[in-house]
């Protein structure tokens, strides 16, 4: 399976832009980048996924590298509620296997 | 809408009996995963029931099973249980529609202690 890295941890501050970076150099053409995050005491939630473009929700942007080996989650305006472990997770399209997470980037958000 | 619900939230073991966990998926979902969180491991899939058959598996032992009903609701059991499976056991619901990117959303989980 293709593989993600990503920083253990990473610190911002509230109301600043977060970037959080993953690596995938081995992802395959048809595999879509997920983002979860896990905030404390509470199962993973989804955040955003792409496969080729960037794309925006309501939660975060996702802006993906030409070559597709790296990609970028952005939180535009970071609050203390975005404090989570944020995991970088590859998918095969047009498979509905487990999600294989990783060990994800804890983001601490100081006031 | 509700979200996905787990029982019981805690709950403790001694090493060698059972356990089973029940998960009640967002209304309208088809498919539940279950996944184990441990602070060595981290989160680790363990397998997926769709209308009522399981479809994909991760790499566990066979003490490690499920089910799943013809209401969705699933309930994975782990029988002899050892101290390693003390963990958070994640359940994940979703509708599984085709092109497999559907979002996942998971419950609260149950926190299992083996002593």
């Known amino acids: 399976d293709a593989k993600t890295t990503q920083p253990n941890s990473m610190e911002s501050n509230e109301e600043e832009p977060v970037h959080l970076p993953c690596n995938h150099s081995?992802?395959?053409?048809?595999?879509?980048i997920h983002w979860y995050r896990q905030l404390p005491s509470q199962g993973p939630e989804y955040v955003i996924h792409?496969?080729?473009s960037n794309v925006n929700n309501r939660m975060a942007s996702l802006a993906i590298a030409e070559d597709r080996k790296s990609s970028t989650l952005i939180l535009h305006r970071a609050t203390l509620r975005d404090a989570a472990v944020y995991y970088c997770i590859l998918r095969i399209g047009g498979g509905a296997d487990g999600l294989t997470f990783g060990k994800g980037t804890h983001l601490i958000i100081q006031p | 809408k509700a979200g996905v619900t787990q029982t019981p939230r805690y709950l403790i073991k001694t090493r060698g009996q059972q356990v089973t966990l029940s998960c009640s998926p967002i209304?309208?979902?088809?498919?539940v995963s279950w996944y184990q969180q441990t602070p060595g491991q981290g989160l680790q899939f363990l397998f997926e029931y769709f209308s009522e058959t399981q479809r994909n598996k991760g790499n566990f032992p066979g003490r490690f099973s499920g089910r799943q009903f013809s209401n969705s609701r699933s309930e994975m059991n782990v029988s002899t249980l050892e101290l390693g499976d003390s963990a958070l056991y994640l359940c994940?619901?979703?509708?599984?529609?085709?092109?497999?990117?559907?979002?996942?959303?998971f419950g609260p989980g149950t926190r299992l202690l083996v002593l």
């Open positions: 792409g496969l080729t």
């Open positions: 209304s309208g979902h088809r498919s």
């Open positions: 081995t992802i395959s053409g048809t595999d879509y």
């Open positions: 994940a619901s979703s509708t599984r529609v085709a092109g497999g990117q559907e979002t996942q959303y």
